[in-house]
């Protein structure tokens, strides 16, 4: 499986972005996904994650409220819709598929990545 990221740029405080991460090579139809992201000098993080169908989402508590994850199988794609960004969304965003078709957190699950696309927020 291979996964390609977009949808990233450069957004000024309050604005919105809407990530893309688009699978090749087979479909992930079973597979829970998720999006991370990793700012300069930190350690990756998880952003949101939605289960293989399409329920459970879950989101980091930096970001419930204002990011919303979805998954659109027809176009074996899932997306990450951001709402009123913050400097400190900066960071790169990573889509992921999971060995597990339940929605998880955690980072060692996460068989397939994709490269990342860039977000920088300014204030």
């Known amino acids: 499986v291979q996964l390609q990221a977009s949808g990233g740029g450069l957004v000024q405080a309050g604005g919105s972005l809407t990530l893309s991460c688009a699978a090749s090579g087979r479909a992930i139809t079973n597979n829970a996904l998720g999006w991370f992201r990793q700012a300069p000098g930190k350690e990756r993080e998880f952003v949101a994650g939605?289960?293989?169908?399409?329920?459970?989402?879950r989101y980091a508590d930096s970001v419930a409220g204002r990011f919303t994850i979805s998954r659109e199988y027809a176009k074996n794609t899932v997306s990450l819709s951001m709402n009123s960004l913050k400097p400190e969304d900066t960071a790169v965003y990573y889509c992921?598929?999971?060995?597990?078709?339940?929605?998880?957190?955690?980072?060692?699950?996460?068989?397939?990545w994709g490269r990342g696309t860039q977000v920088t927020v300014s204030s």
């Open positions: 939605i289960d293989w169908r399409g329920g459970t989402p």
């Open positions: 992921a598929a999971s060995r597990s078709s339940s929605t998880t957190t955690r980072l060692e699950l996460y068989q397939y």
